[in-house]
């Protein structure tokens, strides 16, 4: 008796409602308890990746995540979601409306209740009509969230800032109405007295509506920075090619790239991008790959090669045949490998979240124990229920509101002054835990720039000679090689001499009469056809450069081989000072890179790196850190390049060089502005030292509730100590977080040599 495994189907559902990484996790039980179905819910892009039976509905599904009280929303047709991408809206206006209204509302509130000058008669009414809608309308999204987490048995910060501050909304209300808060001339002294009192003449609008408006303020931050999420696929998508020009017969016409079908012969010319996958039907030239592949060389392609869509041509003037086109192409299969990177990479959940989890019930339970005790000793109902309240209104958390955005506030302007971009309180979580970090090899160790790096002159002949012949040869040329050798050359020996009868050898090299000499730059092949092979001495130097990865590029002149030039992608000076940095913060740094083996070691070994993984293709490097994670590995990975972007994106943190594509910084967690790999030792000294700022914060700020809770719980809860304790509280937060302004960096504030005034600029900044 044979079974047949049933047919199963992918779909990706966008997610709304959720508040916490608890909520997603929610969402994913809920759906699991469908046969067949499997699902990962991602918190930060708000989208859920569901494996499930072919034969079942995906209008299920959806029933299912909104009977967990959440929306949810079927991918849209390609024709509507083109067109909803090219008028996103911003998710985050609602957030910050309510925000700016709370703000507005909220000020004069806690105005009023702090400063008893400013309490003329019927304050308390002014003060109840301004923090009413902070309460009901701006807090709604807390509110709304409790009601889901009480649903689910679950409490997080949304059932403590809900709890607490209705608490106090209703409480003042039934003082104002049903109480002695609400007669004409009643004032809140400023007495730091404990004694027993009767609640009804007591209100504490500013606090429901300062911790509304302080949280909310929180929220906003985070959730733009959330809001990047998505940007990775957009930057992805908009770096191919927009249009092409199609051989039809003999005419050229100009089309979309979207229009392109497969078997289509399209034109390539220098300096263009390739708009699709193809073979090259006519022509060679040289293609810069290094954006996809990682290769530092410029390739040479000729016909009946294939190419990649996105890549540059470099050199002479292409026909090529399209071969895949739209979502099958490498660069369309790159973007899904983001976007599935960035699906399957869990949130981490706030540690506020964590602690709200166990803080809520204690709170509740004590409230209730607090009721009954009072009823069960004959106090009466006013003074039981006054008691009780105030428990729920002092473990309102004022502070807990402001610990982590004031802490990610100052941890991240200190961070941009010093050249480095921090996304979200998520990233910060990473940090603390990774203890590998894997370095792409070209354009974050390396600069990404072909360079002159020797000359080797054969007996006789002046290397500077031998380098002003070569650069002017080279001077005529497009190829990236030859455009490094002729900046080296003018580096080093100045102007260059008038070029004559240049003539370009496809695949070979270049021949020019410069000053009279007929000069050969290019292949040692290019020589041998007009019979001018290199000596031994210059072979030696050739076959030592190949060894070290290096590009050898000999020269002739006058019937002879007289030099052999060495260009290679350059070290740049400050990566084995980084790599010694990140090893005394406890990291393991891997070098990974799509180059050949042979260059990769030998940059490995000037660097000082142990672990070397070379000839890595784009959607393998995401395979590579998949499996250091399943070794137990936390994993950060720098990188620059569109072919490290998924890798950026699966890496529990992706730092991305601010000098590369906006790609990988879209994918990454950090950003180097300056393109420095030492700043990747700041970044993660100064991401650890915010997360402990965070962590230093939110432990005080419950410290103070907890201390409190017995006064409240004993009745002798006096307001002004309740709203001076609330202050102080809230102003030790925001103290601790600024002294985060004085993070230092370990970065010399030198210029680095060579360096530009415009790359110097960071340097300075430091010293703020």
């Known amino acids: 008796m044979s079974t047949e495994t049933s047919p199963t189907a992918e779909i990706e559902l966008a997610i709304g409602g959720m508040t916490c990484a608890s909520c997603a996790a929610r969402v994913e039980r809920r759906l699991g308890k469908l046969d067949g179905v499997t699902a990962t819910v991602n918190y930060a892009t708000e989208k859920a990746k569901i494996s499930y039976p072919a034969g079942l509905d995906p209008k299920e599904l959806v029933e299912q995540v909104e009977a967990a009280g959440y929306t949810a929303e079927l991918p849209l047709p390609p024709r509507e979601s083109e067109v909803d991408e090219t008028a996103p809206e911003d998710p985050t206006k609602p957030l910050r409306d309510r925000l700016i209204v709370s703000a507005v509302l909220s000020v004069p509130v806690i105005a009023l209740a702090m400063a008893p000058a400013l309490q003329f008669t019927y304050w308390q009414w002014i003060s109840l009509t301004l923090a009413a809608p902070v309460v009901v309308w701006g807090a709604w999204p807390f509110h709304k969230a409790a009601w889901t987490n009480l649903r689910h048995g679950a409490a997080t910060m949304d059932t403590l800032i809900s709890m607490g501050t209705l608490a106090a909304f209703l409480w003042s209300l039934y003082a104002l109405l049903f109480g002695t808060a609400g007669v004409p001339g009643m004032t809140h002294p400023f007495e730091l007295t404990i004694q027993r009192m009767s609640g009804d003449g007591n209100i504490y609008l500013e606090v429901a509506a300062g911790v509304t408006t302080f949280i909310l303020a929180g929220r906003y931050f985070e959730a733009r920075s959330k809001r990047r999420a998505g940007a990775a696929l957009r930057a992805l998508l908009e770096l191919g090619a927009k249009d092409v020009a199609v051989l039809r017969g003999d005419r050229e016409v100009r089309i979309p790239t979207d229009q392109l079908a497969v078997g289509d012969r399209f034109v390539v010319r220098p300096g263009e991008k390739i708009a699709t996958d193809g073979v090259i039907e006519e022509g060679s030239s040289a293609v810069d790959a290094s954006m996809l592949t990682g290769e530092s060389v410029p390739v040479e392609v000729?016909?009946?090669?294939?190419?990649?869509?996105a890549t540059v041509n470099a050199g002479g003037r292409l026909v090529v045949r399209a071969t895949r086109v739209g979502s099958d192409t490498q660069l369309?299969?790159?973007?899904?490998?983001?976007?599935?990177?960035?699906?399957?990479?869990?949130?981490?959940?706030?540690?506020?979240?964590?602690?709200?989890?166990v803080f809520v019930p204690i709170v509740i339970a004590l409230a209730i124990g607090t009721l009954g005790f009072w009823l069960g000793s004959g106090a009466g109902a006013a003074a039981a229920f006054t008691a009780a309240v105030a428990v729920l209104i002092i473990a309102c958390p004022c502070a807990l509101g402001l610990a982590t955005p004031t802490a990610l506030l100052v941890g991240t302007g200190r961070g941009a002054q010093m050249g480095i971009l921090i996304k979200g309180p998520e990233v910060l979580e990473s940090t603390r835990r990774i203890d590998t970090i894997v370095l792409d090899k070209t354009?974050?160790?390396?600069?990404?720039?072909?360079?002159?790096?020797?000359v080797h002159a054969a007996d006789g002949v002046d290397e500077d000679v031998a380098l002003r012949l070569a650069g002017a040869a080279e001077n005529a040329s497009e190829h990236p090689i030859a455009k490094a050798i002729a900046r080296g050359a003018i580096e080093r020996v100045g102007e260059l001499p008038a070029v004559e009868e240049f003539t370009n050898v496809e695949g070979l090299g270049v021949q020019a009469v410069i000053d009279g000499r007929a000069v050969l730059v290019g292949r040692p092949a290019l020589l041998e056809q007009w019979s001018q092979p290199l000596t031994e001495e210059l072979a030696a130097a050739q076959a030592d450069a190949e060894r070290q990865g290096r590009t050898a590029v000999a020269v002739a002149w006058d019937g002879a081989a007289r030099a052999v030039l060495e260009v290679a992608d350059t070290v740049k000076p400050t990566s084995a000072e980084a790599i010694a940095g990140l090893r005394k913060l406890g990291l393991k740094p891997v070098l990974l890179t799509g180059d050949n083996e042979t260059v990769a070691r030998t940059v490995a070994a000037e660097v000082g790196i142990d672990e070397v993984i070379a000839e890595v293709l784009p959607q393998d490097k995401v395979d590579v850190i998949k499996q250091l994670q399943s070794e137990g590995r936390v994993v950060a990975m720098a990188g620059d390049g569109v072919n490290d972007a998924a890798a950026l994106a699966q890496a529990d943190l992706g730092l991305?060089?601010?000098?590369?594509?906006?790609v990988a910084i879209e994918a990454?967690?950090?950003t180097l502005v300056r393109g420095d790999l030492r700043a990747a030792v700041d970044a993660i000294r100064l991401s650890r030292r915010t997360l402990g700022t965070i962590q230093g914060n939110l432990f005080w700020a419950f410290a103070y509730n907890v201390a409190a809770l017995p006064l409240a719980a004993t009745g002798l809860l006096n307001p002004m100590i309740a709203g001076a304790a609330m202050a102080f509280s809230s102003v030790f937060v925001v103290g601790n977080s600024l002294r985060l302004r004085r993070f230092r960096s370990t970065i010399t504030e030198e210029p680095l040599p060579g360096a530009t005034e415009r790359e110097a600029v960071p340097a300075a900044a430091l010293r703020g």
Do not use: W
Not at 335 to 348: F, S
Not at 656 to 662: E, F, K, P, R, Y
């Open 656 to 662: 991305a060089m601010g000098t590369g594509t906006d």
């Open 332 to 357: 369309a299969q790159m973007a899904k490998l983001v976007e599935d990177a960035q699906n399957g990479k869990a949130a981490v959940q706030r540690l506020a979240d964590r602690i709200s989890a």
């Open 668 to 670: 990454s967690d950090l």
């Open 443 to 454: 354009g974050t160790v390396t600069s990404g720039q072909m360079s002159l790096v020797a």
């Open 302 to 309: 000729g016909a009946g090669d294939s190419v990649v869509g």
